[in-house]
């Protein structure tokens, strides 16, 4: 694991928040990172929605099927697309899906780096989520949830670890290798 990489490997999945609240500059914080994200012709569809209330926490928690560690957590953000703004390819098809999982990864690596715990529960493409998030958050129709991130700090504590795998790494070509492309 090459340690110039840390800020990327430190951040896990965290299920267990402490009881603490998440001072404002750190949530400002944690949007701007969300907001340096790249964009398809920089149309930035993204619009977050921060929750603090805690019934609130507790609405979506029992809304989302995975999302009980938001009865724990001090912080929510919900990252959300307005497809309307989104480039759109010569096929018709918008870019606002990975405008926005650019903005969540962002989100959790600047949470890493700041000392908190997050986790990305998916809400986009699954319509029930997306319509049960929406009520909860009053979304407008013309606004998509893509994901919700359960943040605050850390009640456990998970090592740094990289997933690297060889076997799914193919050089050149897929299925094979060029001998003359370095590893």
């Not at 404002?24 to 994200?37: R, S």
């Not at 309307?84 to 018709?92: D, F, Q, R, T």
Request: hydrophobic fraction near 40%.
């Amino acid at each position: 694991m090459d340690k110039r990489l840390d800020f990327i490997f430190k951040r896990r999945s965290i299920r267990r928040f402490e009881p603490q609240p998440v001072e404002g500059d750190k949530v400002q914080a944690l949007l701007e990172a969300a907001m340096a994200a790249p964009s398809a012709a920089n149309r930035q569809p993204w619009k977050f929605v921060v929750v603090t209330r805690r019934e609130l926490l507790d609405q979506l928690a029992s809304v989302h099927p995975y999302a009980k560690m938001l009865g724990e957590a001090t912080l929510c953000i919900a990252v959300c697309g307005e497809p309307a703004v989104s480039l759109a390819s010569s096929e018709g098809d918008r870019f606002w899906v990975q405008d926005c999982s650019a903005a969540m990864q962002n989100l959790l690596l600047a949470a890493a780096n700041l000392g908190l715990g997050s986790v990305w529960l998916g809400v986009h493409p699954t319509r029930q989520r997306e319509d049960e998030i929406r009520e909860v958050l009053g979304l407008p129709d013309n606004i998509i949830p893509l994901g919700i991130a359960a943040m605050g700090y850390p009640a456990e504590e998970k090592p740094a670890q990289t997933r690297y795998d060889e076997t799914r790494v193919h050089r050149e070509i897929y299925g094979g290798e060029n001998p003359a492309c370095p590893r």
